[in-house]
């Protein structure tokens, strides 16, 4: 049963958890992001901001809880989204 916030959301994630091998790096994140709201991830390095940016673009598996987009379950990466990396990710003589 979706919350009401829920209800109108594009994105939501449900006691989302992440991490590498036995290490936590993400847990118990709720979160519902509707159409055209913008939202900002602040925090310390090493918090899993990045970690979970990359959950959400299907880069990185869940560990626990649901990630949804449309209502569709998110498993992998997908043309309906796109990072921007801070620095290049690409090929170094790339500039």
Do not use: N
């Amino acid at each position: 049963m979706l919350k009401d916030e829920e209800r109108a959301a594009c994105l939501v994630l449900r006691d989302v958890a992440v991490g590498y091998g036995k290490e936590p790096i993400v847990e118990h994140v709720d979160l519902a992001v509707r159409e055209g709201e913008i939202l900002c991830l602040v925090g310390g390095s090493g918090t899993g901001k990045t970690t979970l940016l990359q959950a959400i673009g299907g880069l990185v598996g869940l560990s626990g809880g649901s990630l949804q987009l449309d209502g569709h379950e998110v498993g992998g990466p997908g043309p309906e989204r796109a990072m921007v990396f801070q620095d290049d990710a690409v090929f170094p003589w790339y500039t």
